[in-house]
């Protein structure tokens, strides 16, 4: 196959004319096109005009004709992935992954279609309990500590966006983008600017690739918590479950999550290698749909092959601060995520269809490990910790958030009543002063952004706009160490750091990259159970 790119559609032009484009651009008779791919779809919006621009693989019949007279034309890169070559060493235990997030599960899945036959371990439960536990806890303010947004079947992506956007270019990206489409996931991932699945279609999603994993000779077990890892001679050996049960270990795979606190403590008193890292707080920022419609789309706003626009925003302040919009949810609702009692998260959320009013998104500053005044490796944790508990007393009781709006916040003033923007966080919002609940740095900062960053995006400083408290679990606070050529932790050998959770990814594809490269280390290194 040959790459083409640059391949434009108007609004009102349909796919369907996509083999015509090509014939025209490759100079070629319709009957010579064999067939043909989108590899990428994204949307120009400059000069005050919108198209949608293509890049697409074509199979031609003259492929060597074509190539030798348009220089601007090349051949398609190696698009599938392909299995390692299993290695001769025997397993005396199968391997265990501890977490399903998507680190753990793309590990699990990799593993089970290779014969190796994983024992996932999950503190939270599936997600159709899940769904329950977190449903009672936005109505009624009850917090499931085992079962909530950040523990269960899927991890924390499940309850966002499904956002599957990356900027690691690997191979092995494709093979999540077809694995989440081969269990149910729409089709178009594979070829949008910014793909995403929507929390209600990832919901099935992750239980279908479950079910592939069991079917495959995978075994899952939900409500299994490790309570402490047993060690000798610099060598994992087993683990304990909830508490009392024990089980052998060779090989454990660790995507914990980045809000497993407690198992990084254990850890850290088993004497694993963990160094602070570098990560972000701030507030989930929202605004009306269609404000953020119109200032990037312009007349074309309501344009039906549009959709709801979304937003990537930066600025640097004048102390050399980083501020910037993370996990930004079109048509969304902004959640309540905690997984602590009387500590208060929120993140945001967004279904397939992006269709509710408001648009939110992260607005995150930077935090260096000198700003968390110990060298203590979990510093950062309690750094989290004293501000999501900040944000817990100023909302009052039962994980009531505080909010403020943009421009009292920009005034340095309590806010005393909702504007044009309504509040979509559950179970239900406490107006205050955000400067109680965050640190001087971080409303200094984000002050300073929010100006600068309305110059680029109209509307972003809106006085009605409402800021909600606080997001603190954008990324890990810590790096569980690792060699970098075996993915071994650097002083536990059989233990594997990775995804969110052990501080190596930063999102859904590039923790589920992390994940398919340690299986692929436990089979080059493993011959398969079935042999």
């Known amino acids: 196959m040959i790459r083409i790119n640059e391949v434009k559609l108007s609004l009102d032009e349909n796919q369907n004319i996509l083999k015509e484009k090509i014939g025209k651009k490759l100079k070629v008779k319709p009957e010579e096109i064999i067939d043909y791919k989108i590899f990428r779809e994204s949307i120009d919006a400059r000069k005050n005009n919108i198209s949608f621009v293509y890049t697409i693989d074509v199979m031609l019949k003259n492929e060597a004709h074509v190539l030798k007279k348009n220089k601007e034309v090349k051949k398609s890169p190696r698009l599938t992935y392909e299995d390692v070559e299993a290695g001769d060493e025997r397993l005396i235990h199968r391997p265990i992954i501890v977490g399903m997030g998507p680190a753990g599960m793309f590990a699990g899945l990799i593993l089970s279609q290779r014969g190796y036959n994983p024992i996932l371990l999950e503190r939270g439960q599936d997600v159709d309990t899940r769904s329950k536990d977190i449903d009672h806890f936005w109505k009624m303010g009850k917090l499931n500590p085992a079962s909530n947004v950040q523990f269960g079947e899927g991890g924390a992506g499940t309850f966002s966006d499904g956002k599957l956007t990356t900027r690691i270019k690997d191979i092995r990206c494709r093979k999540v983008l077809e694995e989440f489409i081969n269990a149910g996931a729409p089709k178009e991932i594979s070829y949008v600017q910014k793909p995403h699945i929507g929390t209600d279609i990832l919901k099935n999603v992750v239980k279908n690739m479950r079910k592939t994993i069991e079917d495959l000779g995978g075994e899952v077990r939900f409500g299994n918590k490790v309570t402490d890892f047993f060690i000798e001679n610099g060598a994992i050996k087993g683990l304990e479950i909830n508490g009392n049960d ?25 004497g694993v290698k963990i160094r602070q890292k570098p990560f972000s707080i701030g507030v989930r920022i929202e605004h009306p749909q269609h404000v953020i419609d119109h200032a990037q789309y312009k007349e074309f706003a309501t344009h039906q092959r549009l959709g709801a626009a979304d937003y990537r925003l930066t600025y640097q302040t004048v102390k050399g601060r980083a501020v910037y919009t993370f996990c930004m949810c079109p048509g969304g609702s902004v959640v309540a995520a905690a997984s602590e009692e009387k500590r208060l998260v929120t993140n945001g959320m967004s279904e397939y269809r992006r269709d509710q009013e408001n648009a939110n998104s992260a607005l995150l500053v ?166």
């Open 246 to 270: 024990k089980i052998d270990a060779q090989e454990v795979i660790l995507a914990i999550g980045h809000s497993a606190r407690d198992t990084y403590e254990n850890l850290h008193e088993r």
């Open 366 to 531: 930077q935090v260096n490990t000198d700003d968390f005044g110990s060298d203590h490796p979990l510093a950062g944790v309690a750094f989290q910790r004293k501000w999501e508990q900040e944000a817990y007393l100023l909302g009052g009781s039962n994980f009531c958030a505080p909010v403020q709006l943009v421009g009292d916040f920009l005034r340095g003033e309590a806010s005393c009543e909702i504007g044009a923007v309504k509040p979509s966080y559950l179970p239900n919002v406490k107006l205050a002063n955000l400067e109680k609940c965050l640190p001087g740095f971080v409303i200094e900062s984000m002050k300073e952004a929010i100006v600068e960053m309305d110059k680029k995006l109209k509307g972003f400083a809106m006085n009605d706009a409402v800021m909600t408290g606080v997001e603190t679990r954008s990324s890990a606070p810590i790096r569980i160490e690792r060699d970098v050529d075996t993915l071994e932790s650097l002083n536990v050998e059989g233990l594997y750091p990775i995804g969110e959770g052990g501080g190596y990814a930063g999102g859904i594809v590039s923790a589920s990259v992390d994940g398919i490269k340690v299986a692929e280390m436990i089979i080059k290194k493993y011959r398969s159970l079935e042999k």
